[in-house]
């Protein structure tokens, strides 16, 4: 569901806790422990050295400049789609280009948005801004107030990192509120309570924050009073993720849910009725909406209530009023099957609309309650949209608005590997409005795609698994063990991996002879909750063994072999393609790792590490680490043995995944001889880059990197 609708998962109770604690797993030697000195000058310097070796191998190529040049053509087109989000009578998209590089929030109608070129009214330039204030300003969110939203609470970041300055924008005057909130740089949550009070969550000082170094306490601030002064209304603990709290505006149904997130998939959240607030018993894994007057839980484990069992995946629907009296009457309006799982949800302002991964490919369900609260039952239509590919619906119903107009519409965007997006906008309530959609915006095509083909396959994992995974050929060929191959992956978070066009992949890669391939291993939400359980904690080597095994099936169908394959992965796909390129070197001969976790003895302790001990575990048990220390890159990195050469890809600004893992793993390796490049950008955050420009410089390493290494025939 959509902002002001979607609450966090909920606990049915406090956790509890043995009477002895854990046996404490052993520290490693560390003597690389200086480069986890973000900003240190002896870290920093070592940082620019490898810059250095790794532009003067990768840049020296005569193709260089012009790959970055296509690449980015590709990141600053004005043909690309402005995705826009609905905010009363506006429609606001941030956008970047050549002209503006960090970019320009700014608005327009639907009747201007329908045109090809759309008038466009800028509200921040946020180059300009950097440039009058003298920072590095980039772009992370606004947090506006209906049913105006005339006033916003505007985040910026210096540099990409994920915490931000905060404050308080007019969007008609097109100014920052003189004398408004403002809340200086943190990892900060804020939402409206009304025209003149906020609620935050901060860095309010000492014992204010989570180990994870999130908000652990939510205030209530008083506009024209200090911060210092505000009132706490909400407290998680130290050991939480972080403490939250969502508001829905909608007339008639107003409501203030606070919560704590227990860890990454577990929570405990409270409905606030006056000054009371008001548990919400349920399963403490599922994820819980309301919508008007009915209750949703999604649910992420096997639930049985009054004598009824749900299948983990399903999503349940009942009377809100009733179900916080205690009643558990609900109707199921998704069962997942062996192939089938839940994506997502959205809401129109009479009906829910789910979308549905069928075997990693999307399908669209309306879903239309019978009675105020659905006591007549549900009737499900299936939409016609395109098959197979990738749908994602964004409901336009905005709850503010009176005698809203777009109260049944929907955008549609519609895509696949190798054609390009469209977006569309439709209506709910019938295969006539269905064949009726609009398009509204497409993407050029940025490759010619002519003799290219998509197909997916099926690799069998260790344990007999079946894994599917994409293969996307480029014009003319053929199956005779010579294809540059790049595999990528994930395998994590329940993030599932599905079709997407992309013309920076079609101009740099396959475009160009390479075969991409997309692998949908466990860990993954492609399949529902159980097939991301399969591979966390002390299970998360499926995940790599399922990676393993995809290679194992190109190399053995001749689409390559390991002298022309290469794996790339970010983040969590970091972890996996360092993990694997340690565990199975022979299949490899490239690895790009980017932006990643790898030294998993210590990453809990650094940044937001700790919020992801419910997907690997915590290291300083001895069981979990008896797991981890077997995959753990960081530890399993062996001196005398062979691997693929490797390019290792992060951010100086990244205050999510800290480039200490990187720079720490490259320094090891390198003093163990091994085959690496490494470079750092200065800005980026989490995403590797602060604009397009730097964007396109670090993908045209990357890409260099892998024709350099599996190029040649």
Not at 419 to 441: C, F, H
Not at 573 to 583: K, S, W
């Amino acid at each position: 569901m959509k902002r002001h609708v979607v609450v966090l998962a909920l606990a049915l109770g406090l956790p509890t806790f043995a009477n002895t604690m854990p046996q404490t797993a052993p520290a490693p030697h560390d003597p690389y422990l200086w480069l986890e000195d973000v900003q240190g000058a002896r870290a920093l310097a070592w940082v620019r050295e490898r810059n250095a070796e790794s532009e003067g191998v990768l840049q020296a190529g005569a193709g260089f400049d012009g790959l970055r040049a296509q690449l980015l053509e590709v990141l600053d087109s004005k043909e690309q789609i402005p995705y826009v989000t609905r905010r009363g009578d506006g429609l606001y998209n941030f956008w970047r280009d050549a002209a503006n590089p960090r970019g320009l929030w700014r608005r327009t109608t639907l009747a201007e948005y329908r045109k090809p070129k759309p008038a466009w009214e800028t509200v921040i330039d946020v180059d300009a801004l950097g440039q009058a204030e003298g920072e590095n300003w980039v772009w992370a969110s606004a947090t506006c107030l209906g049913p105006d939203y005339r006033r916003c609470m505007v985040a910026l970041s210096r540099g990409g990192a994920d915490a931000t300055v905060v404050r308080e924008f007019d969007t008609v005057t097109k100014r920052f509120v003189a004398g408004g909130f403002t809340l200086p740089e943190a990892k900060t949550q804020v939402e409206w309570k009304d025209a003149d009070t906020l609620y935050v969550g901060t860095d309010f000082g000492p014992g204010s924050l989570t180990d994870s170094g999130y908000a652990r306490v939510i205030k209530a601030w008083q506009r024209g009073t200090p911060l210092a002064q505000a009132a706490t209304v909400f407290e998680g603990e130290a050991r939480d993720v972080a403490a939250y709290v969502e508001v829905d505006p909608t007339p008639g149904f107003e409501r203030t849910v606070f919560g704590r997130a227990l860890d990454f998939y577990t929570s405990r959240s409270f409905l606030l009725q006056g000054q009371a607030l008001l548990p919400l018993a349920k399963p403490a894994d599922a994820k819980l909406a309301f919508w008007r007057q009915h209750v949703l839980l999604e649910l992420r484990s096997d639930w049985t209530v009054d004598g009824k069992a749900w299948p983990r995946g399903a999503l349940l629907v009942a009377d809100a009023a009733a179900f916080l009296k205690g009643e558990r009457n609900f109707t199921a309006l998704f069962t997942p099957t062996a192939t089938r799982s839940l994506a997502s949800f959205g809401a129109t302002r009479s009906k829910l609309l789910l979308d549905v991964l069928d075997n990693v490919a999307s399908r669209i369900e309306e879903w239309t309650p019978a009675g105020a609260a659905g006591e007549g039952g549900w009737t499900r239509r299936a939409m016609q949209a395109p098959y197979p590919g990738s749908l994602a619906i964004t409901p336009l119903h905005d709850p503010l608005v009176k005698d809203d107009a777009l109260a049944e519409a929907y955008f549609l965007n519609v895509s696949d590997f190798l054609q390009p997006d469209a977006l569309q906008l439709g209506r709910t309530g019938s295969a006539a409005e269905d064949a009726k959609r609009e398009v509204l915006k497409s993407r050029p095509a940025f490759f010619d795609a002519t003799g290219m083909r998509a197909e997916q396959r099926v690799a069998t994992s260790k344990d007999g698994t079946r894994v599917p995974y994409f293969v996307i050929w480029p014009r003319g060929a053929k199956p005779d063990g010579r294809n540059p191959t790049l595999l990528y992956g994930y395998g994590g978070f329940e993030n599932a991996m599905v079709p997407w066009y992309s013309g920076a992949i079609g101009r740099a890669w396959t475009g160009k002879g390479g075969v991409f391939v997309l692998a949908n291993i466990r860990g993954g939400g492609e399949f529902g909750p159980g097939w991301h359980q399969a591979a966390v904690k002390t299970n998360k080597q499926r995940s790599y063994d399922d990676f393993a095994a995809v290679a194992e099936d190109l190399i053995a169908g001749r689409i390559t072999s390991p002298k022309h394959l290469g794996i790339q992965g970010g983040s969590n796909g970091g972890l996996l393609v360092g993990a694997v390129m340690l565990q199975r070197p022979e299949l490899f001969n490239a690895v790009v790792c980017q932006v990643p976790l790898l030294d998993m003895h210590r990453y809990h302790r650094l940044l937001a590490g700790a919020s992801w001990m419910a997907e690997y575990g915590d290291p300083e048990t001895e069981a979990d680490w008896a797991a981890i220390s077997r995959y753990s890159p960081y530890q399993n990195v062996l001196k005398g043995k062979s691997y693929p050469k490797v390019l290792f890809t992060t951010s100086t600004r990244d205050d999510r995944v800290h480039p200490g893992h990187a720079r720490k793993m490259a320094a090891k390796m390198r003093e163990q001889g091994h085959p690496l490049l490494y470079w750092e950008n200065i800005e980026g955050g989490h995403g590797g880059a602060a604009d397009n420009a730097q964007r396109a410089q670090m993908m045209a390493l990357e890409y260099s990197f892998l024709w350099q290494q599996l190029g040649g025939r």
